[in-house]
């Protein structure tokens, strides 16, 4: 539990016409509806998307996005554990969504490694779910879905916010949210956290700092200008150290149980974004945006691997390791959107073009000579690094390269909306590598694709729109078949039929959608010795349901269940085929299994959700 010490002042101009103006005042002028990058309502989109807002979030009290998605329909998160943080692990329909995007960019990661931005809560006005595969749209994506974290923004409302707080784990938290204007034309917000504290798990701490500021310049009544400045230093993010299933079914270990050893436990990360969005009105149909970020990260972690562990005594075999990583990177998505009428046909259209680039290095190395831990009876401070003996090192440089054509047409005819889009994308990734003294080998692979959907809504005059759409995507392989070179992209593909509902005055949105997944060329093999095959398949199905309701102005309840169904369809060992995918990952870490198995989560997921929450937060007397 937080205790407040200060919480918030507020000072608004003007609460009558807070409703009417909600969008436009919360969202910004740049804002644009992830399903479809237009500023078109979401309502219209016919394909799920869902939004937690930031009312929702401050009530809950959450501190990452990992958290804030929980309660999410379909969303499965956290998947190391609530006490691993340093990057957001979220799987959708079944499927890893590692990259989030942040104002409609990617937060990009190097493959496979660590080096990404994670954004605090505290600059999120809410998060958008856009789910089934988003290739159409945003290029190499997985088929499950997407999470889009919209940004605050400035507003021509003064606002101050200020928070110090303690409570449970050591915690002691100031913050400060302040908006206003500047001159006429230019608003301004300032954003600013700093955040320590002792964690559930024994001897493991977390320490952050944020700043973000950002304008807003109506250059003119045409054009709109936004410059944003996000930074991010945690010292400490955690501990990442998997404890064995087996220990935990033991019942001889408590939640708090860590693994790792003080002497041996450091995890940092850095990074800045920096960018800017314009928007030109042509005239009163056709307008232009450019959304461009700069982006760097550092991040380095010295750590524990567990390795064999005996249930009957508690002891854990443990190997060490330590990353140093780097990254730096530009992302900028172009786009034209107007308004044509063809007879009783209207179309929203939309053309753009985007790019982003990231590169890095990373030096990794292992260590042997590791002194065990019993678990049962943890010591976590006897380790001497100095005693530890180099077994492998590596050096790893990498780079990718994505560039983007696309197009839509959301087409509206009576109470039909209709939508069509394709996209086509070329896409370059580079690693050059060296391994134990060995001469650097370099890895160069060219993919491009072609990604399309289609999707239809009856938008019924009671606020009932049935839905359906066709939708596909793609993600460059990773793995490398017998002459070493990558597999066959990953290509995905959905059916979904739904129905959307919203009642006259908003009070009240539910939604259900039933949903079929194929993702094929996914890399399998025998056993860990022979090379991958880009043959396998995945099978994902399932049902969402989602329901939200203002009892009054003070209780908003939210409700959804959710059952998810995988099934492996094809593999090069017949016996997995039907079975259900397990999270391989977590298997081998825990029982150092040498053969392999595909890497996708996980068993049938069937959850229910019914929480509720005050619709608006508590007041306490001003600051003076």
């Not at 493959?111 to 856009?130: H, S, T």
């Not at 972690?301 to 854990?316: H, P, R, V, W």
Request: proline share 5%; net charge negative; hydrophobic share 35%.
């Amino acid at each position: 539990m937080v205790t407040p010490i200060v919480a918030f002042a507020e000072d608004n101009n003007s609460q009558t016409d807070a409703s009417t103006d909600e969008q436009m005042t919360v969202l910004g002028k740049t804002y644009r509806n992830t399903a479809t990058k237009t500023s078109l309502a979401p309502e219209e989109t016919p394909q799920t998307l869902n939004v937690i807002e930031s009312e929702q979030m401050e009530q809950r009290g959450v501190q990452s996005v990992m958290q804030a998605l929980r309660y999410a329909p379909g969303v499965s998160t956290e998947n190391k554990g609530g006490a691993v943080v340093l990057t957001d692990w979220v799987k959708i329909r079944g499927f890893d969504s590692s990259n989030n995007y942040y104002d409609g960019l990617m937060l990009p990661g190097l493959p496979g490694w660590n080096a990404k931005p994670q954004i605090d809560p505290i600059a999120m006005e809410r998060l958008e779910i856009f789910k089934g595969p988003t290739s159409v749209l945003y290029g190499t994506m997985p088929p499950g879905g997407m999470v889009n974290i919209i940004a605050k923004t400035p507003k021509f409302e003064e606002s101050t916010k200020v928070n110090l707080a303690t409570g449970f784990n050591n915690l002691l938290e100031a913050s400060i949210d302040k908006t206003g204007v500047l001159s006429d034309n230019v608003a301004y917000r300032f954003i600013a956290l700093g955040r320590k504290k002792d964690t559930q798990v024994d001897h493991v701490q977390e320490e952050r700092y944020v700043i973000a500021p950002s304008i807003d310049w109506n250059v003119s009544d045409k054009t709109f200008v936004n410059f944003n400045l996000y930074y991010q230093n945690d010292p400490q993010l955690g501990q990442n150290v998997t404890v064995p299933l087996a220990a935990i079914e033991s019942g001889k270990i408590s939640p708090s149980t860590f693994a790792g050893d003080v002497n041996y436990n450091d995890i940092s990360r850095e990074f800045m974004l920096a960018g800017y969005k314009i928007k030109h009105d042509f005239n009163n149909d056709w307008s232009f945006f450019q959304n461009f970020r700069y982006m760097t990260t550092k991040f380095n972690q010295k750590s524990t691997n567990s390795g064999a562990f005996d249930q009957k005594t508690g002891e854990l075999q443990r190997t060490a390791y330590s990353t140093d990583e780097s990254s730096k990177g530009i992302s900028v998505d172009n786009q034209l959107s107007g308004f044509a009428s063809t007879g009783a046909l209207d179309h929203y259209l939309l053309f753009g073009v985007d790019y982003r680039s990231i590169e890095g290095d990373v030096d990794y190395n292992a260590f042997g000579n590791v002194d065990s831990i019993n678990l049962y009876n943890p010591d976590n401070n006897k380790l001497n690094p100095n005693n530890f003996v180099k077994t492998y090192y590596s050096n790893t440089d990498v780079s990718m390269k994505q560039l983007g054509a696309y197009f839509q047409d959301q087409m509206l005819i009576d109470n039909w909306v209709f939508i069509a889009g394709g996209r086509y994308d070329w896409v370059e990734s580079k690693t050059i590598g060296s391994a134990g003294g060995a001469a650097p080998s370099e890895t160069v692979t060219r993919d491009n694709n072609f990604s399309y959907r289609v999707g239809a809504m009856y938008q019924f005059d009671n606020g009932i729109s049935p839905f359906a759409n066709f939708a596909t995507s793609f993600e460059p392989n990773a793995k490398l078949d017998a002459n070493g070179n990558n597999l066959k992209p990953e290509k995905g593909e959905q059916v979904e039929a739904g129905v959307k509902y919203s009642s006259f005055d908003n009070t009240t949105t539910a939604s259900a959608a039933l949903f079929h997944i194929n993702k094929r060329n996914v890399g399998v093999r025998k056993d860990g010795a022979s090379p991958y095959e880009a043959i396998g398949e995945v099978r994902s199905q399932g049902l969402e349901l989602e329901g939200r309701t203002l009892v009054n102005d003070n209780l908003d309840v939210i409700a959804n269940y959710t059952y998810t169904d995988m099934e492996i369809t094809k593999d090069e060992n017949p016996n997995n085929v039907d079975r259900k995918p397990f999270m391989c990952r977590i298997t081998q870490q825990t029982y150092g299994l040498t053969t392999p198995c595909m890497k996708v989560p996980c068993v049938d997921f069937e959850s229910v959700v019914v929480f509720a929450m005050l619709a608006k937060p508590l007041k306490t007397t001003p600051l003076t």
